[in-house]
């Protein structure tokens, strides 16, 4: 019972570390968006 | 296409949702590893996706080197980056998943090591793609996604050619392989999920990478036009 219980901390572990990884690469896409939008309008306002 | 997008974003939201249900609570636990086998249904999708995804890469870096587009160029970025984020899944909850089962971390054996290759020839990639300057980076980049993705079929066999650690393949593993049809279901509804995942992810890359270019030009474009107005 108690080896069965550690296992299931390997596999929530896994599951977390997948969703932080989509959602880090996912904030990563946002946040270049958000940059370039930004330089975008500071080169049209040159 | 935002409308679009944004319908393609809730229907990719909603298929990740019952993937995770058909992993973690309706596909039967297994019988000899217990529940954290269930890692399985991410591990194994998350391999196939990013395989799809060097494969991508491969023919759009094909298709720049004969036509030099930058559309294909994009998509080989785009490909390759979101690649990279599921082989980083992979060679994570592979580790995560031995380790109660093996009794060990890691191993180097052909399946294990060839996809760590695979992931380090992609890593060099997007170095390459970000660090490089110049012209030919693209083609560079191009030779590369075309050499490095040799490595794709090597690690798909490499459990059929060598003798590992690795379990033997689910599909096309000869006798006493398989799985079993609930189990097929959480797979299944988990590869596509993780595919539209993907689709989403490339989608907004390559725009960005279209963008990246077009920005580019128009930097360039107006340090020319600053120094033109300059030299009169």
Redesign the interface.
Known sequence: MNG?A???A??Y???I??WV??CV??FS?IS??KR?KR??RE?NR? | MKTLFNALAVFTALLLGYGFCQA?YVAPTEAT????Q??FY??LP?AWVAFLLFFVNFLASVWYLVRRTIGADALALASAE?GV?FC??VL??GP??A??IWGIWWTWDARLTSTLVLWLIYVSYLVLRHYATGGQVPVLAAALGIFGFLDVPIVYMAIRWFRTQHPQPVIGGGQGSGLDPTMWHAVLWNLAAFSM?ALM?VW??YR?AL??HA?EE??AQ?SLDYETEGAQ
């Open positions: 069965a550690n296992n299931n390997y596999l572990a896994a599951y570390v997948v990884i989509h690469y996912a896409l270049r968006s370039m330089e975008t080169l040159r | 973690m590893m217990g529940d954290v269930r890692i991410y591990h998350s979101v984020s980083t899944i994570i909850t995560i998943w380790r109660p995942l992810f907004v890359r960005q963008a990246e920005l128009a930097h107006a």
